[in-house]
Nanobody
Framework: QVQLVESGGGLVQAGGSLRLSCAAS????????MGWYRQAPGKQRELVAG???????NYADSVKGRFTISRANAENTVYLQMNSLKPEDTAVYYC??????????????WGQGTQVTVSS
């Protein structure tokens, strides 16, 4: 059984920073893309940032230059460093990963979500 466990959310003032972490555990053969999504009240879940197993990254336009995604492959962990936070960044942030528990069988897994609240 595979689990993704997020940590690092909280309340911060506008202009502040937070660092989210997500660790994958369980019977894992390999992890391909890892990423972060967010969902604000009344809005659809959206991609924030993603990173491949080779380190290639992509970001939503709204967070480019402010957020940085990274990963520690040896620890099956992905991070999201969020700087210059804005009230519109307020959302539940979800970790996501494409994981193989056996070779050739890739499934998408989600974390439970962590709340990020940015006050003005």
């Amino acid at each position: 059984q595979v689990q993704l466990v997020e940590s690092g959310g909280g309340l911060v003032q506008a202009g502040g920073s937070l660092r989210l972490s997500c660790a994958a555990s369980g019977s894992i053969f390999s992890i391909r893309t890892m990423g972060w999504y967010r969902q604000a009240p009344g809005k659809q879940r959206e991609l924030v940032a993603g990173i491949t197993d080779s380190g290639r990254t992509n970001y939503a336009d709204s967070v480019k230059g402010r957020f940085t995604i990274s990963r520690a492959n040896a620890e099956n962990t992905v991070y999201l460093q969020m700087n210059s936070l804005k009230p519109e960044d307020t959302a539940v942030y979800y970790c996501n990963a494409l994981i193989s528990v056996v070779p050739g069988n890739v499934q998408r897994y989600w974390g439970q979500g962590t709340q990020v609240t940015v006050s003005s």
